[in-house]
Nanobody, 124 residues
Framework: QVQLVQSGGGLVQAGGSLRLSCAVS????????MGWFRQAPGKEREFVAS????????VYADSVKGRFTISRDNAKNTVALQMNSLKPEDTAVYYC?????????????????WGQGTQVTVSS
């Protein structure tokens, strides 16, 4: 496992942008695929985006495709989620996660390390 510390998030109006970051420590960051998930009040945790560990390939939930961008910097051991054109339905606690595999994954059970969570609130 690795340790994940999140930053960013906050309150923004609809149509605005936010950037979430996740700093990773522990084992070799470049050996991990990374993902972002979110959980809204009263709802189950859902997949947002994932990125493979090298020659990065990405996958997104349909609900965020074209608005969110996941990226990673293996030299700095960080992964980021740039969120544009935010909507009120994007309001949730966002979690970064790591899985010790090459390929990206949209399955929460594949991830064995999780960040502490960051609140994102989008007002209408």
């Amino acid at each position: 496992q690795v340790q994940l510390v999140q930053s960013g998030g906050g309150l923004v109006q609809a149509g605005g942008s936010l950037r979430l970051s996740c700093a990773v420590s522990g084992r070799t960051f470049s050996s991990y695929a990374m993902g972002w998930f979110r959980q809204a009040p009263g709802k189950e945790r859902e997949f947002v985006a994932s990125i493979s560990w090298s020659s990065p390939r990405t996958v997104y939930a349909d609900s965020v495709k074209g608005r969110f961008t996941i990226s990673r910097d293996n030299a700095k051991n960080t992964v980021a989620l740039q969120m544009n054109s935010l909507k009120p339905e994007d309001t949730a606690v966002y979690y970064c996660a790591a899985t010790p595999t090459f390929a990206y994954s949209n399955l929460a059970e594949k991830y064995d390390s999780w960040g502490q969570g960051t609140q994102v609130t989008v007002s209408s």
